[in-house]
């Protein structure tokens, strides 16, 4: 599966921005998928995850309530809707596929390249 994030810019806080996957290979419905991003000097952190079908879905604290993690398997694509991103936000947001989600980042088979997203105040 190869993995190919968009959708990253620049937005101010309390606007919206969505953030799509879209994936390659036959095997993407079979593969729960997350969000992940880092920001400079941190490490890579978990933000959402979703199962192979979208029964079941995971959120970072600081997320929920304003983050929402969908897919769409029939277009082999995940999306990560922002509502109200804050400026501790910002960071390069990642997409990851695994057979078990949420997980810990070692768990993700396959990575997708990731896209910038800067939030100003």
């Known amino acids: 599966v190869q993995l190919q994030a968009y959708g990253g810019g620049l937005v101010q806080a309390g606007g919206s921005l969505r953030l799509s996957c879209a994936a390659s290979?036959?095997?993407?419905?079979?593969?729960?998928m997350g969000w992940f991003r880092q920001a400079p000097g941190k490490e890579r952190e978990f933000v959402a995850a979703?199962?192979?079908?979208?029964?079941?879905?995971y959120y970072k604290d600081s997320v929920k309530g304003r983050f929402t993690i969908s897919r769409d398997n029939a277009k082999n694509t995940v999306y990560l809707q922002m509502n109200s991103p804050k400026p501790e936000d910002t960071a390069v947001y990642y997409c990851?596929?695994?057979?078990?989600?949420?997980?810990?980042?070692?768990?993700?088979?396959?990575w997708g390249q990731g896209t910038q997203v800067t939030v100003s105040s």
């Open positions: 979703i199962s192979w079908n979208g029964s079941s879905t």
């Open positions: 990851a596929g695994a057979k078990v989600v949420p997980g810990q980042p070692d768990q993700y088979d396959y």
């Open positions: 290979g036959r095997t993407f419905s079979s593969y729960g």
